[in-house]
């Protein structure tokens, strides 16, 4: 799934990173255009809900929209996509835990290539806000220096809610792609295909994210490594928690919260969410987010669907995993003043990343503005999930 697609700036890349030792693996940094196509933030706000909404199976409105090896990606403020080789061609693909195919043509036509094999069946995936449908083939597929010769590559047709961007690059759980395509159980990902050929000795998937440090969108300062972790872009401990395997998140990233907290006052002491790059913001139970609002003397901007508050707040916001406390500052989870012209913000009001996740079923997603200030890690191999403070 997917609502995170959000429509945004496409990167056109022009050059293929190298593989690298995981403990030293380099960043090469790809080219990219700089073109920005900014949609709402009521937009934003909304994907989210949708996004928790499919986890939770509830149809979205009609019309509501060896060693490891690193590459780099682009932070393009709601989205992070990379440049996957298909067939020879370099795709912008959306990075998504939250979703398990990969897929391209959203804006220009991604039949197979000479490399391609047509396997006759057809793929369709809903994504909350999103959808997209067309027909399956395998080809050559290449990221980070690694390839996989035989990828499933659906071949969209049709495709809602993700302008500006060619698709996505799914790298959830396996069991995402049941139902997905005709005739078929479950779709290998790129990483299970890479660990299946031996290419990596470990189904690991390491995550870094960066904020955006001023008005600029469209920056190279994300990586991806896989097969590991990248030891240069996290700092302190790296601590695992279970993924879960009961209940509806399990299918995903899934994974228990022990607290939500801002300052000293409890939000909630208990949920379960997912752990999803493809969503913006990060979505706390209903209850957890009042709690937050009342605390922090905001409320909800009609305008922007944004927590909005007049006095800056000053406490932390912390999400607890196991034993773990990790906290947010005022300046990690308050939108930058620098990105407030892009969006309409108003200015002498603070906006907050922390929105409303529902008050039923899967009602909590860590998404991209917790992420940019941890290191994730995505481990299949021993169905755990980590972070560690960014480096």
Not at 113 to 140: A, I, M, R
């Amino acid at each position: 799934m997917f609502y995170s697609c959000v429509p945004l700036a496409i990167a056109a890349a022009a050059a293929v990173v190298s593989a690298s030792p995981v403990e030293r693996a380099a960043t090469v940094v790809i080219p990219v255009s700089h073109v920005t196509n900014v949609t709402s933030w009521k937009n934003i706000v909304n994907r989210g809900q949708a996004r928790i909404n499919k986890v939770n199976g509830i149809q979205a409105q009609p019309g509501f929209q060896n060693d490891a090896s690193s590459g780099t990606i682009t932070n393009e403020l709601v989205s992070y996509v990379a440049p996957i080789v298909i067939g020879g061609k370099t795709w912008q693909l959306i990075v998504d835990t939250g979703s398990s195919n990969t897929w391209c043509g959203a804006q220009t036509s991604c039949e197979k290539t000479s490399t391609g094999k047509s396997t006759g069946h057809s793929v369709q995936v809903s994504y909350g806000s999103g959808s997209f449908s067309g027909t399956e083939y395998t080809d050559t597929v290449s990221f980070g220096g690694l390839t996989v010769t035989t990828q499933s590559i659906g071949a969209a047709s049709s495709a809602t809610g993700f302008d500006s961007v060619d698709g996505i690059f799914g790298v959830g759980p396996v069991d995402l792609t049941s139902g997905t395509v005709a005739s078929t159980s479950t779709v290998p990902t790129f990483l299970d295909n890479l660990y299946a050929q031996k290419s990596i000795t470990t189904e690991v998937l390491g995550v870094y994210f960066a904020p955006e440090s001023g008005a600029d969108q469209n920056d190279a300062n994300g990586e991806l490594t896989l097969g590991g972790v990248d030891t240069t872009k996290y700092t302190g401990t790296l601590t695992y928690f279970p993924k879960l395997t009961s209940g509806t998140a399990s299918e995903y990233w899934g994974i228990t919260v022990a607290a939500f907290t801002y300052g000293t006052t409890s939000l909630a002491t208990a949920a379960q969410g997912i752990v999803d790059t493809g969503t913006t913001l990060i979505y706390i139970p209903t209850a957890a987010y009042t709690k937050f609002l009342s605390a922090s003397g905001g409320k909800t901007d009609s305008s922007s669907g944004l927590a909005v508050f007049t006095t800056k707040p000053t406490s932390n916001f912390s999400i607890k995993f196991g034993t773990t406390t990790y906290a947010l500052t005022p300046a990690q989870y308050l939108v930058p003043t620098a990105e407030y012209s892009a969006f309409g913000l108003t200015t002498g009001k603070y906006y907050a990343w922390i929105n409303d996740g529902g008050s039923s079923g899967v009602n909590t997603i860590i998404g991209q503005k917790f992420l940019e200030n941890y290191y994730s890690v995505f481990d299949t191999t021993n169905s755990r999930i980590g972070f560690a403070t960014r480096a």
